[in-house]
Structures are given as structure tokens and as C-alpha cells.
Nanobody
Framework: QVQLVESGGGLVQAGGSLRLSCVVS????????MGWFRQAPGKEREFVAA????????YYADSVKGRFTISRDNAKNTVYLQMNSLKPEDTAVYYC????????????????WGQGTQVTVSS
């Protein structure tokens, strides 16, 4: 079965940086687009970024555009989220997910999810 494992979360001061990693088990990683979502306390899960199967196209939420960069290394079965200029508003649990179709921006279009990694940004 497909499994996704996120890592790289932690505590960081406002303005700092973190890089999240998501390692995907299985033999079909290169054939699927991938996304990052986040969920803050009391809020619904929201889209952060996505990347096409070959890395040729990327998509970002307006709230992170210019600060976050999504990338992937298919040889390592890994997708990354580089987060720079972090703000307290970025505090959330971040989830890696594999898309199966439909809109890149909607969580319902992703069928495999990791366990999440906590990102906390202090002011």
C-alpha cells in the first residue's frame, strides 16, 4: 500500500525557514501529482502547494506565494516544501498528499495522506 511520511516540522521564530520532506513508499510516485495542505486549530484543512507528476507545473495558495517552494525528487520518492519568511499565521499541522484527479486546490481530490508534521512559528 502507498504510505506517506512527513518530516521537518518544528519550532521556528517568525522570519525563519523550515524544509518539510515527504517520503512516499510504493512504485507509482512518479506518476502522480503531489500536494501540501495544512490545518490550524479551529480551521478546516486548506491548500498550500501542489506539483505535477514530472515537476513541470507548480501551484500555490496566495497566502504562501513567494515564500514557499514545492519541489520533488522522483528518484528519491520525495516531495519537499521549502518555507521561508515564516509567519505566526503559518502555524499548523502540515500534511503531504497524493492527488488522484480533479482540482489541485481541493483536498477531496487527494486519496493518500501522511500523518502530518507540526509547524509552529513564534512571534
Amino acid at each position: 500500500q502507498v504510505q506517506l511520511v512527513e518530516s521537518g516540522g518544528g519550532l521556528v521564530q517568525a522570519g525563519g525557514s523550515l524544509r518539510l520532506s515527504c517520503v512516499v513508499s510504493g512504485r507509482t510516485f512518479s506518476g502522480y501529482s503531489m500536494g501540501w495542505f495544512r490545518q490550524a486549530p479551529g480551521k478546516e484543512r486548506e491548500f498550500v502547494a501542489a506539483i505535477s507528476w514530472n515537476g513541470g507545473s507548480t501551484y500555490y495558495a496566495d497566502s504562501v506565494k513567494g515564500r514557499f517552494t514545492i519541489s520533488r525528487d522522483n528518484a528519491k520518492n520525495t516531495v519537499y516544501l521549502q518555507m521561508n519568511s515564516l509567519k505566526p499565521e503559518d502555524t499548523a499541522v502540515y500534511y503531504c498528499a497524493r492527488r488522484f484527479g480533479g482540482s489541485y486546490y481541493e483536498s477531496a481530490q487527494y486519496n493518500y495522506w501522511g500523518q502530518g508534521t507540526q509547524v509552529t512559528v513564534s512571534s
